[in-house]
Nanobody, 115 residues
């Protein structure tokens, strides 16, 4: 499985960004997927996940109410809409299955929130 995250960038505090993740492979629609992030000096953390049936979503406490995860099984794509961004949201964001496929981590996409 290959994963390509995109959509990151530089935004001011309170701004919004939308991330996309293109997933190769035919098993996408049968897999729980999530967005992870890793800031310098920190461990990678799962911030949002979505069930294969697009029925159930889960969010880390730090992003609940501000981030929205979604997926389009027809397009093999996972999205993360991030609103009301804070400097502490700055990190490299990755998409991957939940639990993650260790061989499938891509380069991620950098999100930087300026204060």
């Amino acid at each position: 499985v290959q994963l390509q995250a995109s959509g990151g960038g530089l935004v001011q505090t309170g701004g919004s960004l939308g991330l996309s993740c293109a997933v190769s492979g035919s098993t996408f629609r049968f897999t729980l997927f999530g967005w992870y992030r890793q800031a310098p000096g920190n461990q990678r953390e799962l911030v949002a996940s979505i069930s294969k049936g697009v029925i159930t979503t889960h969010y880390a406490d730090s992003v609940r109410g501000r981030f929205t995860i979604s997926r389009d099984n027809a397009k093999n794509t996972v999205y993360l809409q991030m609103n009301s961004l804070k400097p502490e949201d700055s990190a490299v964001y990755y998409c991957n299955a939940v639990p993650p496929l260790e061989r499938s981590w891509g380069q991620g996409t950098q999100v930087t929130v300026s204060s």
